[in-house]
């Protein structure tokens, strides 16, 4: 079976910085892809960045370009969020996704638990 334990969400003020890491077991990933979505109070679940398998290419969502970075490490089968400049808009649960064949349709097929973001003003 495939387990995805999140970490490092929590609290900060505007313009601070996180550092989301998700660890994935049970199986081997190296020819997977990951990402993170997130979901607001209210909202329906959106997609935020995701990283080819190869690590060679990623995708970001519009609100977060230039601000979140993924990145990956096959060999310990975990993905990163670098979050920085964060705004209240982030304030989210995230959600860390493996998938096989999810690069072009962002369906993902398995899912973490989540992690709480909240940044205050």
């Known amino acids: 079976q495939v387990q995805l334990v999140e970490s490092g969400g929590g609290l900060v003020q505007v313009g601070g910085s996180l550092r989301l890491s998700c660890a994935a077991s049970?199986?081997?990933?190296?020819?997977?892809?990951m990402g993170w979505f997130r979901q607001a109070p209210g909202k329906e679940r959106e997609f935020v960045a995701h990283?080819?398998?190869?690590?060679?290419?990623?995708d970001y969502a519009d609100s977060v370009k230039g601000r979140f970075t993924i990145s990956r490490e096959n060999a310990k089968n975990t993905v990163y969020l670098q979050m920085n400049s964060l705004k209240p808009e982030d304030t989210a649960v995230y959600y860390c996704?493996?998938?096989?064949?999810?690069?072009?349709?962002?369906?993902?097929?398995?899912w973490g638990m989540g992690t709480q973001v909240t940044v205050s003003s």
């Open positions: 990283i080819h398998w190869s690590g060679g290419s990623t």
């Open positions: 996704a493996v998938g096989e064949k999810s690069w072009y349709t962002r369906k993902y097929d398995y």
């Open positions: 049970g199986r081997t990933f190296s020819r997977y892809n």
